[in-house]
């Protein structure tokens, strides 16, 4: 039989590490797994700007560790490791992880999203190797060197101001004739002179031996065709998400997102969900960390009316 | 108890001698996830010491080892048997990811 627990945290982004203190607070015995790194994706980002509370930018790493201690502060439990299953079976929730698997009477599910690929030829082989999901790890690679960022989202346009620190121009490509970015993100980037756009392209492939030498890539609005030599290709097309153990408790949308309410209950009793699993979500720190406050004082009121 | 080994240009080939399987960790300052895996290679380094070497390797200070091995994302493990590349895991993982790899490739 393995270890039994009040509540398993399946995700160690904001909103699981958010969860995780308030079930803490909340006297639960609770685990929180994470199959990568705590603090989630955010992690990778060099500062943010627009948590509130904060008037100067901050280190998101460091904001995640300080929730990290928080949680373990009211005493939960923090693993790293990577859940395989997840079933409900006599009125409990049973949890498989490597080489191990937990009980739980209730589950917070808030494994959040994973990075979009365009699946196009070469974007595998190159990926490491010149195609990058992650600015900050790997800008410094590409000091004085031409580099592309794919997208016009927040996460594109932050991607783009923090390469061309290190690059010698960046151009950022992206699929519409506007960005979707924040206003203040756009003000930034038009403002920066190694900074050029790219409109109406859709990637048709990555191109290089060893690693990325071009970008081949189609007019959406001519059909022309051209090939573009870069040196690195920073991915930034949005995430899908994590909710491939959940299937068969939750209601999803066409794009596998789940759909759910304030509640953030699902139709399987003592599972709930938070951050970017649900549907539309808005990829917000601050928003995540919200639904994972949420999802656990739900789940002690469903924990509360069992006893 | 075994450590992770701080590699570098001048001295990695050094390491590749044996007949250890060796897990090479490039990693830079500004990587917070390369920071964030460490404890798990450490573990990795413990637990596997009479098979396994774990060296980490600083891209900023050994552009060399680096490129050699056409490094350009962070984090990056290699899994090196008898001097070849066997595997790579890139971007974060965590231990039992790593365990898992390792033993595919031993």
């Known amino acids: 039989m393995g270890k039994s627990w009040d509540i398993i945290i399946i995700g160690g982004g904001p909103a699981g590490l958010a969860a995780a203190i308030y079930c803490g607070r909340s006297l639960r ?13 955010i992690v ?30 009211y005493g939960v439990v923090l693993e ?18 490597y080489k191990n ?16 690929f365009f699946n196009v030829k070469g974007e595998k082989e190159l990926l490491g190797r010149g195609v990058s999901v992650c600015a900050t790890c790997d800008a410094p690679f590409f000091l004085n060197r031409k580099v592309a960022v794919l997208g016009g989202g927040d996460t594109a346009l932050v991607d783009a101001l923090h390469l061309a620190k290190f690059a010698s121009v960046v151009y950022v490509i992206h699929r519409r004739d506007q960005l979707r970015a924040e206003k203040i993100l756009q003000d930034r980037v038009l403002k920066n002179d190694k900074i050029k756009l790219l409109w109406d392209r859709e990637v048709v492939s990555f191109q290089g031996d060893q690693k990325l030498e071009a970008i081949e890539l189609r007019n959406k609005k001519t059909a022309v ?24 408790y939750v209601n999803l949308d066409d794009k596998g997102y789940v759909v759910t309410d304030i509640s953030l209950s699902t139709k399987a009793k003592g599972l709930f969900v938070a951050g970017e699993v649900i549907k539309g979500n808005r990829r917000q720190v601050a928003i995540s960390v919200g639904m994972g406050v949420q999802a656990a004082l739900n789940c002690e009121e469903y924990l509360a009316s069992l006893e | ?46 637990n596997y010491q009479e098979n396994v070497k774990v060296l980490k390797v600083n891209v900023n200070e050994n552009p060399l ?7 350009r994302t962070l984090p990056t493990l290699l899994f090196i048997k008898n001097g070849l590349v066997k595997t790579q895991i890139i971007g974060a993982a965590n231990p039992s990811q790593i365990e898992k790899t390792l033993l595919e490739v031993q």
Not at chain 2, 17 to 23: A, R
Request: proline residues 5%.
């Open chain 2, 1 to 46: 108890m075994a450590e992770i080994i701080s590699a570098n240009d001048g001295n990695f080939d050094s390491f590749m001698n044996g007949v250890k399987t060796i897990i090479v960790d490039f990693w830079a300052p500004t990587c917070i996830p390369c920071k964030l895996m460490e404890p798990g290679l450490e573990k990795i380094a413990a």
């Open chain 1, 225 to 248: 065709v051209e090939t573009i030599t870069f040196a690195g290709a920073f991915l930034a097309i949005g995430t899908i998400p994590n909710t491939e153990l959940i299937k068969n």
């Open chain 2, 65 to 71: 080892t680096s490129s050699r091995f056409f490094v």
């Open chain 1, 44 to 73: 990778n980002a060099d500062i943010i700007e627009n948590y509130p509370g904060f008037a100067e930018p901050i280190v998101p790493a460091e904001l995640m560790d300080q929730m990290f201690k928080q949680s373990q502060r």
């Open chain 1, 101 to 116: 698997f937990f009980t739980a009477k209730a589950i917070i599910y808030a494994a959040g999203s994973t990075h979009q």
């Open chain 1, 80 to 97: 790293n490791d990577e859940v395989s299953m997840v079933k409900s079976e006599n009125n409990l929730w049973r949890v498989d992880v």
């Open chain 1, 29 to 41: 015995k609770t685990l929180v797994l994470e199959k990568q790194v705590f603090g989630g994706q």
